[in-house]
């Protein structure tokens, strides 16, 4: 079956070469994506899978804020990165096609808590698309204003790349962009290609390029992963190190070194969807 659907995750599986991947229906978290035989996502051992909190790896889905918002606007009061990666989401369409396999996800108003749609009461929908080819893997957001009101929102493709070996990690396609250091509380210009020598905490806005690649080492036969992104403007680059990760319950010991995330997203600035209005963002991961 390309598309089953067990109690609390979906699994596509990609029939010509085996490629599969996983989605939990809680956030619409994909914790899994194996192409050519290989795990490609980071998923903590001490990830909580059983919807208490949001899944540590994979790829969350931040929406309609990132971070924790600051008053006096309407996010303020919404948990750290938004309600979406911590709701339940259901599964409304699957489907394949001759070179992929398609799963649809979706979340509106009346699926989330009484006490996250007191927090921002906008009439919303979100479709979530999770397309699962031969030697990639596309994640599609599409953020509808249902309402007649408008709102803005923020949003970010979360996610946890799988790696050898941290300090060996190059992120390619950021040099000469200006990026604010959360770590230093500082903003720089970045030179060269993005390494992890200890925590990384980095928001990288605007950026023209849609190619960024996470080489494992000196070049690309060391192995990585192309992320191309279509309608995301920022990048961050995330890896807690070795303090930070020991203080989170769902961080297992060293893991901080097998990961690195490289998310797409639109945090620097909040965008605006008028009433009746619709907004997609997408990327498309593939083997270096
Ligand atoms: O995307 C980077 C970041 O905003 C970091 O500041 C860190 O908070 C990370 O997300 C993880 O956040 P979480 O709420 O999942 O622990």
Redesign the pocket.
Known sequence: MPVSQHSDKTILTHPASGAGAEVYLFGATLTSWKVKGEERIFLSEKAVLDGSK?I?GGI?LVFPV??KGKAPHVTASLP??GFARISRWKLVNSHEDSNSVVAEFGLDHSMISEEHRAMWPFDFSLVYTVKLSAETIETQLRVHNIGNQAFDFNT?L?TYFLIPDATKVRVIGLSGVDYTD?VLQTTARQEGDAVIRGEV?SVYANLAATNIEIQFGDNRAAGGVQLHKNGLKDI?V?N?WAEKAAG?ADFGNEEFHRMI?V?AGQVAEFLALAAGDSWQGSQILSLL
């Open positions: 949001a540590r969350p990132f971070g750290q990165h970010l979360h959360k905490d961050v995330w807690p989170m995330c998310e």
